[in-house]
């Protein structure tokens, strides 16, 4: 199936008040798993590339880029490609050459005002290129790993009001949000601020994305999407299932095995088993949700 814009995958999504999932892929395990657990589900998916799988590849986007494009077209469902967490401008303009649907610009780093305005130089270059561009405000913490950030730490929450003049400034599609996740969780303990993300709904026009959703638990996750999150991140949650299924394989191989396709195997298999409950976790909306919120 030709591969999908991003933006009219979110846009049905937040049509039907349901989330849409979007996995991070380092390898082509990653995609193939990622495809066929939406397969099963019947769902559209978005396959992200970010800019640290880029740089584990030696710098070059073309090569996972063509995989997951290849993966993709070969679905029997909706896919759509994402390049997520870019800093660096020369990266991001290369999306529109290999596919990509939508891009994530990472200015949260920088000082308000620098952040305002490489993001909307980015959305510019973006919308000219007919791509969805998502932009951060707040600090999602455990990037690259950095710890989580207090709940109390400066811009460790996105502020509603600045939140509204920030996506009117830039002009971005979608904005993440600091709510109380973290990236790299290996453990889902994770408590988010359902109160903030009602907030922040009414404050901006765009859908909210949460990043860091690997340390959400699934009763946290499915009320942020009845609240009005419209895209979830997920990464480390593949990472687990695959080091996992790695791990307990060799552990058992006698000393002689070399087949990488023996481990492989049932990393994909362990990859798709938790996709799918992503998937179905935020397929499922709260009967109780705010129809307000969409």
Known sequence: MPLKPTGDLITAARAERRALAAFNVITLEHAEAIVAAAE???????????????????????????????????????????????????????????????????????????????????????????????????????????????????????????????VAATGVDALAVAVGSSHAMTDRSAVLDHELIARLRAAVGVPLVLHGSSGVPDEELARAVAGGVVKVNIGTALNIAFTGAVRAWLEQAPANAVDPRKYLAPAREDMAETAAHFINVLSVLSPDADQEGY
């Open 40 to 166: 099963t589900a019947q769902s559209p998916v978005i396959l992200q590339i970010s800019e640290n799988a880029v740089k584990f590849h030696h710098g070059r986007l073309t090569p996972i880029a063509r995989a997951c494009a290849a993966v993709a077209e070969a679905a029997g469902i909706e896919v759509a490609l994402h390049l997520d967490h870019v800093e660096d401008p020369a990266l991001l303009r290369q999306a529109a050459d290999h596919g990509f649907g939508s891009a994530m610009f990472d200015g949260s780093h920088l000082p308000y005002a620098e952040n305002v305005q490489a993001t909307r130089e980015a959305a510019d270059w973006a919308h000219s290129r007919g791509l969805w561009l998502e932009a951060e405000l707040g600090k999602v913490g455990g990037k690259d790993g950095e710890p989580p950030l207090s709940a109390h730490a400066p811009g460790a929450r996105t502020d509603p009001d600045e939140a509204r003049e920030f």
